[in-house]
């Protein structure tokens, strides 16, 4: 499976962003979706997981209830809303694809390529 991920960009303190992954080669309900962010020079961490049908979702504590995450099997896509946006908050963010859903980030074979969040204060 293809992973596409977008929706990244400069907002300030405060604001919203959605993004989204967009799969491609295979039917994204095969597999369980997480979101994971990278600061240059920090490992990879957990933002959110959601399992293949939706109906569980894991959050790190950091964004604990300023984002959710969720999907729509029959466009393919994976939505990270994210809300209430802090400066701590900027990273690249991917979207990547397990067969289980999962917050370790070796558990998961297919990544997209990234797309940048800024938040300025």
């Known amino acids: 499976v293809q992973l596409q991920a977008s929706g990244g960009g400069l907002v300030q303190a405060g604001g919203s962003l959605r993004l989204s992954c967009a799969a491609s080669g295979r039917t994204l309900s095969t597999y369980a979706m997480g979101w994971f962010r990278q600061v240059s020079g920090k490992e990879r961490e957990f933002v959110a997981g959601?399992?293949?049908?939706?109906?569980?979702?894991l959050y790190a504590d950091s964004v604990k209830g300023r984002s959710t995450i969720s999907r729509d099997n029959a466009r393919n896509t994976v939505y990270l809303q994210m809300n209430s946006l802090k400066p701590e908050d900027t990273a690249v963010y991917y979207c990547a694809a397990t067969n289980i859903i999962s917050t370790t980030t070796q558990n998961y074979d297919y990544w997209g390529q990234g797309t940048q969040v800024t938040v300025s204060s």
């Open positions: 959601i399992s293949r049908s939706g109906g569980r979702t």
